[in-house]
């Protein structure tokens, strides 16, 4: 089986190689920085840093990911301060937010791709003891090389979504034997658990440690994000604000139909929109225009202006700014569930204090939509006309609004200590 995976890779390697070179490459710049080492050529400057015992090497593709996995990076350099902690990531921008988030890495790199010669290589210089994988990115041949090398293995924050589960289900045989090479399978919720059990893990593996990227969320809501950004965005502490955040395509439409409504009944209401994938900015743009809604405006064309804002629309065209964002939040809609992508992390803005939407796609946040919903934080919509009617009886009722608000907070405060609780997981390996 594993042949047939090697030749089905090499094939879409090969033919996918060209388009990299010119779309990705060549014409937008996309993944130059990361291109060398993501075929296992990783430079002297960062070997040399590479020193420590034990060698831990914990891998979150992107941001999301970072996120989730940073207290427990932090929790194991206080257990372990003379360790190497190699942190990898599969995109560029997760990249980025590592360096920013995780401080405690002894080097950055990138995650190889999974072709067995290109493993072997990455895994001849890191040669770690043991290796962290987070939420489900299941790389076969890494995970088979590592094993037969004597690596521990754990995958933290695991997850399946239903799309994910029918997908394996169909393959079980194969998968199957991937999993036999994780040591422990730390998933999110029970829901989680039964899932990769039923797809081939070993029972006695698999352990139920909560969601980690709800660890130390309301200890980030720090004031000064939201001074810093309503002075830059040029926002009043008395407007209230509609923030749209994570939309993918078919989405705005939606966001956009609602905020007319709140116009009618709240003029002065401000709406941010934050696009899941910054690429589709200008189209987000175009989208606005067509629904004749009101101006927009980049929220790079606004700092550093001397000019007062106008416009009524903002569109986030920035990374890594989405947390500090929810700050500024009066409503705040959450995407990727009106559109079936299964939802984005709701715990984000509710650790501001914010009631949150969100549509009825929300498979991959089920346990913080059940948590928020139980203190009425969370609010599920399953159309435009629901969002709009609970979005103005909500903007009607103020102190219903802050009440709700401080009850979710409260749920994520309580929520923590999903690293920890990993961390220790690890350290039963390592003996």
């Not at 920035?318 to 992390?345: A, D, H, M, W």
């Not at 009440?403 to 920890?420: C, D, I, N, T």
């Amino acid at each position: 089986m594993y042949l047939f995976y090697n030749l089905l890779l090499l094939f879409s390697f090969l033919v996918g190689l060209p388009s990299f070179f010119l779309g990705k490459m060549l014409f937008t710049g996309k993944y130059r920085k990361s291109f060398r080492q993501k075929f296992g050529f990783i430079p002297s400057s960062l070997q040399e840093k590479m020193v420590g015992s034990p060698c831990i090497w914990i891998n979150a593709v992107s941001v999301g990911e970072v996120i989730a996995v940073s207290s427990l990076v932090k929790a194991l350099h206080k257990m372990y301060p003379q360790a190497c902690l190699i942190f990898s990531t599969g995109t560029e921008t997760g990249q980025e937010m590592a360096r920013k988030m995780v401080k405690e890495a002894t080097a950055y790199i990138y995650y190889p791709l999974d072709l067995p010669w290109i493993v072997r290589r990455t895994l001849d210089i890191v040669n770690p003891d043991l290796f962290i994988n987070t939420e489900t990115e299941l790389w076969p041949n890494f995970l088979r090389l590592a094993k037969k090398r004597g690596v521990k293995i754990i995958l933290v924050n695991g997850r399946i979504s239903v799309r994910s589960f029918s997908r394996y289900r169909k393959t079980a045989f194969f998968w199957r034997k991937v999993l036999d090479n994780l040591d422990v399978m730390s998933m999110i919720s029970e829901i989680d658990a039964e899932r990769i059990r039923a797809i081939g893990a070993k029972p006695e593996r698999v352990f139920v440690n909560g969601n980690s990227k709800y660890d130390a969320l309301a200890g980030r809501t720090e004031p000064r994000f939201e001074e810093e950004l309503r002075k830059i965005l040029k926002i009043n502490e008395e407007e209230k604000v509609f923030i749209a955040a994570s939309t993918h395509r078919g989405e705005e439409e939606i966001v956009l139909q609602a905020y007319k409504r709140f116009l009618e009944k709240f003029p002065g209401l401000l709406l941010i929109i934050i696009p899941r994938h910054i690429e589709r900015v200008g189209e987000v743009e175009e989208i606005v225009k067509k629904e004749g809604v009101g101006p927009c405006i980049r929220r790079s064309r606004i700092e550093g202006s001397k000019q007062s804002r106008t416009e009524s629309i903002i569109i986030l065209d920035s990374i890594g700014e989405l947390f500090k964002v929810y700050s500024l939040g009066t409503l705040v809609f959450c995407g990727g569930s009106f559109v079936p992508r299964g939802g984005q992390n709701i715990m984000e803005p509710a650790a501001w204090g914010k009631v949150v939407f969100y549509g009825p796609s929300m498979e991959d946040f089920l346990d913080a939509k059940e948590l928020l919903e139980r203190a009425g934080a969370g609010i599920p919509v399953e159309s435009v006309e629901t969002l709009i009617e609970k979005g103005l009886a909500l903007l009607s009722q103020p102190r219903e609004l802050k009440k709700r608000g401080e009850a979710g907070r409260k749920v994520v405060m309580s929520s923590g200590g999903a690293g920890q609780r990993n961390a220790e997981l690890v350290r039963g390996l390592l003996k």
